[in-house]
């Protein structure tokens, strides 16, 4: 199975200032030389569903605010939030749909400084 | 609107079995791959198994497979996932979620709200 392991694993960000994830794969999510790497990342508030961010590691699913960007190929990803608001207290999974069984990461609970 | 509503979560003891369901509507069911992703309490997500559009095709979990069954009914819209010889780390809010592309693997859109299984003497 391929083993997704994020950084950190909680986040104190201050309102209106930047905060980054770190997620980092077992092995390489592109097929051949493709350059879409099968990531994606979810949002989870307390007594919701996950919500779809990013997918392809860097499409932004419609109605995403675009302070959520996603980047990184191969086994290395980062999704950061610019400014950060207080709507986006939440644990933040990524996700391989590379092989499966798919898998997540252990999630980062982002909160405010 | 796109709506995943999950049911048939309860309480059951070690050995037992369960089916849960959920019922797809506001879009085209049989367009898209399902999936089961569960997160046991205090937990992350962890995927349980998926099933291609027309049901010929399945996937499970290591620690589910040979124990749960997942299906489709696209008549009526449904998504079935049948657990059996359940254990104690069965525990956990069940989530159906949807593949967000009809051609390939594409993450999930759309996930119902949950339902809570609990395996407990």
């Known amino acids: 199975d391929v083993v997704m392991t994020q950084s950190p694993d909680s986040l104190a960000v201050s309102l209106g200032e930047r905060a980054t994830i770190n997620c980092k794969s077992s092995?390489?999510?592109?097929?051949?030389?493709?350059?879409?790497?099968?990531l994606a990342w979810y949002q989870h508030k307390p007594g919701q569903p996950p919500k779809l961010l990013i997918y392809?590691?860097?499409t932004r699913e419609s109605g995403v605010p675009d302070r959520f960007s996603g980047s990184g190929s191969g086994t290395d990803f980062t999704l950061t939030i610019s400014s950060l608001q207080a709507e986006d207290v939440a644990v933040y999974y990524c996700?391989?749909?590379?092989?499966?069984?798919?898998?997540f990461g252990q999630g980062t609970k982002l909160e405010i400084k | 609107e796109v709506q995943l509503v999950e049911s048939g979560g309860g309480l059951v003891q070690p050995g037992g079995s369960l089916r849960l369901s959920c019922a797809a509507s506001?879009?085209?069911?049989?367009?898209?791959?399902m999936h089961w992703v569960r997160q046991a309490p205090g937990k992350g997500l962890v995927f349980v198994s998926r099933?291609?559009?027309?049901?010929?095709?399945?996937t499970y979990a290591g620690s589910v497979k040979g124990r749960f069954t997942i299906s489709r009914d696209n008549a009526n819209n449904t998504l079935y996932l049948q657990m059996n010889s359940l254990r104690a780390e069965d525990t956990a809010l069940y989530y159906c979620?949807?593949?967000?592309?009809?051609?390939?693997?594409?993450?999930?859109?759309?996930w119902g709200q949950g339902t809570l299984v609990t395996v407990s003497s």
């Open positions: 979620a949807r593949g967000r592309s009809i051609v390939r693997a594409t993450g999930f859109d759309h």
């Open positions: 506001g879009f085209t069911f049989s367009n898209h791959w």
């Open positions: 099933i291609n559009r027309d049901g010929t095709s399945t």
């Open positions: 092995q390489r999510l592109l097929y051949g030389t493709g350059n879409e790497s099968y």
């Open positions: 392809w590691a860097s």
């Open positions: 996700h391989q749909y590379y092989n499966t069984p798919y898998t």
